[in-house]
């Protein structure tokens, strides 16, 4: 009796134990690593003279199929979209447009299969038969970048024409086709021996070729050859979730080309459409369209007269135009009613033609509802002043004038080479320059004016920027006298004086490109991110030199400015041209004030693939997020 209590108090203890120690029971053990794998297909993989019209594989475990509509690709292309279904263990892919003779059929599942637990991907998985004698198992495969980035291309299809005319990419869908993943990768699979052209297309309207502008495509100035050879490759195998065993040389077929990279892009003269205008204040209003147009919109009213009626503040590419009223009596009037006439693009025959619109402009805030707010002000003011006046203090006799700010980034120090911009709210209807004073500070604590240039900003009418011809280390002011600046308004600038400095060479740093190989007509970008240019300096004798650089991390990118017109430029694909290549140097570096750096830097050391640095990506090295298996468990080996 004694023994079975004591039996029962032991017992009773370990299980307070464990109660009170959860984490040390079992953690249910290492998560599944294996991806599932196939038990049964039909018709069989690589079957010849199928008739099946509808595809089932079955799988070991529970599986699911990740977006199918973007993963999964058949080729040749359907023109009835196919049906995929998955449930439990089993995928089915239904094909309805009619089974072609003697022709080798993929489906393409990408990365898209995983178990229905973990997530382990089956990987590359591409299943095929054919309707006739031969099964073609030949393979195209490579990459796309967008070609003014180098940034991978995610969904755009590639393929092939046994047809070497260049006229088939826009007259007729692919013969073969793959599609790229989030690295723009791509594979075209069952190709049959013989020479092929190689295209690419956004296809917006999916008819499998390019038939419309705003279609980003690419295409690959060779012919192809597809062919394969012996090859092997080195495959791991794990004695445990952190332990290697042995590495094995793993014969296998290599199907090449293999690494073709193909550089996408949109053309010039996009689908110009009109979108939209707004009117926040009375005195301005903008139009917007999708597109740059030589053509300068014109305006006839119907319930004013147009005629010099505004002032046009325009883009270079006319895709954004501000029209500000002169009138003060035709701001009064709410609604404005005329006629536009605009250049646009037919979608019908892709040319573009002028169309007139009728359209009504009403402000967003009316100058009733302004009034009413400038009354609410001047009773605020005059109880302000009759408050002061019960004080004994001094009051201002009359309301003091709404200014026209000054604005424009200026810092307290600037580089010799940099101007001191100006910028206004509205045009200008007077800019007295003689009231513009540049005054240098001398050694003695005098001011001496000096001369300098008003250059107008060459994008928008309201800007400005102040060139002299500065002196490192010396400090320099502005003055701007009151009234000096009348806008469109009737407003006048207040009396204006800010002061600045110019940097000296130990303030900055110099950045000095060796450029061996590349091509005479490039154009080099210091960069701070992949949308921000700090400066660009064309090649000279393989060099492009970057003074008076702030300290900090930059990037760098390089384009073949083969046109000389220091921007870069598309292709066309009716000319067979080209965008104009793009290079990043691969690694981030670092300005050091009073330092000079000298990078060499080879366009082609580094794969265009790489070359672009990491955190200026916006696809990232690891498609998915989520954590695999293996990391899973090799945390959990760690923990232990």
Known sequence: ???????????LS?????????GAGPDGGPYDEHPPYIVDMSPKLGQPNAKEMKVRIVFNE????????????????????PTIKFSGKKISVELHDSLLPNTTYTIDFSDAIEDNNEGNPLGQFTYYFSTGEQVDTLEVSGNILDASNLEPIKGMLVGLYADTVDSAFTTRGFERLGRTDAQGRFSIKGVTPGNYRLYAVNDQDNNFYFSQKGE?????????????YPDVRQDTLWRDTITYDTILNVPFTHFVPDDIVLMAFLEDGQSRHFLKTERKTPEVFTTFFTAPSTHVPTIKGLNFDATDAFVENRTK??????????DTLLMQQDTLRFVYAYEMTDDSTGMNVIREDTLEVVPRKTM?????EQEKEFEKWEKAQEKRRKRGETVEEKMPPKFLPI????????????NVPIEFEEPLLRFDTAAIRLLLSTSDSTNVEVPFRLIPDAHDIRNFKIMGEWRPGQNYEVHIDSAAVVGLSGRHTDKLKFRFSIGTDENYGSVFFLLPDAPETAVVQ????DKKVVAQVPLQDQRADFFYVEPGEYYARLFDDRNGNGVWDTGEFATLKQPEATYYFPEAFTVRANWDAEITWKLNVVSLLKQKPEPLRKAKTNDKEKQTARQRNLEREKNK
Do not use: H
């Open 1 to 11: 009796m004694k023994q079975t209590r004591y039996i029962l108090l032991l017992l």
């Open 14 to 22: 370990i299980i307070v134990i464990a109660c009170a120690n959860p």
């Open 62 to 81: 529970n599986i699911k199929v990740e977006n199918p509509t973007e993963k999964v690709t058949i080729s040749p292309p359907q023109t009835i979209t």
């Open 216 to 228: 980003m495509l690419a295409f690959y100035d060779k012919l192809i050859v597809p062919s394969c």
């Open 317 to 326: 590419g006319n895709d954004t135009i501000q029209y500000w009223l002169r």
């Open 368 to 372: 009733k509802k302004i009034r009413e």
């Open 407 to 418: 604005g424009g980034r200026r810092s307290a120090m600037i580089s010799p080479v940099q």
């Open 526 to 529: 210091l960069l701070k991110d």
